[in-house]
C-alpha cells in the first residue's frame, strides 16, 4: 500500500488568486497523478506527472491554469491559477503501487486525502 | 475510453439491511477498483479486484471479467457505511483510471 499525504485538506480563496496544493508519498513512485472532482460528480484526471519531464495533460485541461511540478519521486505539487468559482471542487492526488509477481501488471491505486477548494 | 457505469445511482437502506451495488464496463480491464468515498472526501481502498471474488468483512465483491460488470456486496449496514461509492477501471498498465458516476448510499438508523 501507500500512503499519501496532501494539504491542505481544505481552502477558501479569492477568485483571481492561486492555490498550490502538495502531495507526499511514503515510499517512491514513478507516476503520481491528479484528479478533479467537480461537486456531485464523479473523478476525472487532470494530469498525469512523472520525475523528471513535463507532466502530461487530458484533454480540457492546460498547464497554465494547472501547472504541475514533480522535483522528486515521492512529492508532487498542483497549481490552481487565476482562480474562479468553477474551480472550486476536490483535487485529489493519486499513486499506483506495483505488486505480484507478473512484472508491471499489478497496479492498485491509493488516493490522499483530497484538497476541498472553494473559490468567492 | 471505457465507458463505466454504476447502479443504482443513489440507495437509501436502514440499518442492518443488505445491498448490491453494480458496475458495467465497456471493455476488458486489467485494473478494477471499487472506492467509498467518505463525507469529507476522502477515497478508501476498499477493493482490486479484476477479476474473480473477495471478502473483507462485511463487504464482498465479485467481478465477472467475460461478462464485463463487478458486483460490491455490503451485508448487514451500517450508518458508518454512508457516502459514495466508485467503481474505477483500467485497461492496461500505465493508461488512464476511468471512474464510474458513483452510488450515493445512505443509511438511516
Known amino acids: 500500500s501507500a500512503v499519501i499525504s496532501q494539504k491542505p485538506s481544505r481552502d477558501i480563496c479569492q477568485r483571481g488568486t492561486s492555490l498550490t496544493i502538495q502531495c507526499q508519498v511514503d515510499?517512491?513512485?514513478?507516476?503520481m497523478f491528479w484528479y478533479r472532482q467537480q461537486p456531485g460528480q464523479s473523478l476525472t484526471l487532470i494530469a498525469t506527472?512523472?520525475?523528471?519531464?513535463?507532466?502530461?495533460?487530458e484533454s480540457g485541461f492546460v498547464i497554465d491554469k494547472f501547472p504541475i511540478s514533480r522535483p522528486n519521486l515521492t512529492f508532487s505539487t498542483l497549481t490552481v491559477s487565476n482562480m474562479s468559482p468553477e474551480d472550486s471542487s476536490i483535487y485529489l492526488c493519486s499513486v499506483e503501487v506495483y505488486f505480484g509477481s507478473v512484472a508491471g501488471k499489478n497496479t492498485e491505486a491509493f488516493f490522499g486525502q483530497g484538497t476541498r477548494l472553494t473559490v468567492v | 475510453g471505457i465507458q463505466v457505469e454504476q447502479s443504482p445511482p443513489d440507495l437509501i437502506l436502514q440499518e442492518g439491511a443488505n445491498s448490491t451495488l453494480r458496475c458495467n464496463f465497456s471493455d476488458s480491464v486489467n485494473n478494477l477498483q471499487w472506492f467509498h468515498q467518505n463525507p469529507w472526501g476522502q477515497l478508501i481502498n476498499l477493493f482490486y479486484i479484476p477479476s474473480g471474488t473477495k471478502q473483507n468483512g462485511r463487504l464482498s465483491a465479485t467481478t465477472v471479467a467475460t461478462e464485463r460488470y463487478s458486483l460490491l456486496y455490503i451485508s448487514s449496514s451500517q450508518t458508518t457505511d454512508s457516502g459514495v461509492y466508485f467503481c474505477?477501471?483500467?485497461?492496461?498498465?500505465?493508461?488512464?483510471?476511468?471512474f464510474g458516476t458513483g452510488t450515493s448510499l445512505t443509511v438511516i438508523p
Open positions: 474505477a477501471a483500467r485497461r492496461d498498465t500505465g493508461n488512464q483510471f476511468y
Open positions: 506527472a512523472n520525475q523528471g519531464s513535463e507532466a502530461t495533460y
Open positions: 515510499s517512491q513512485v514513478t507516476m
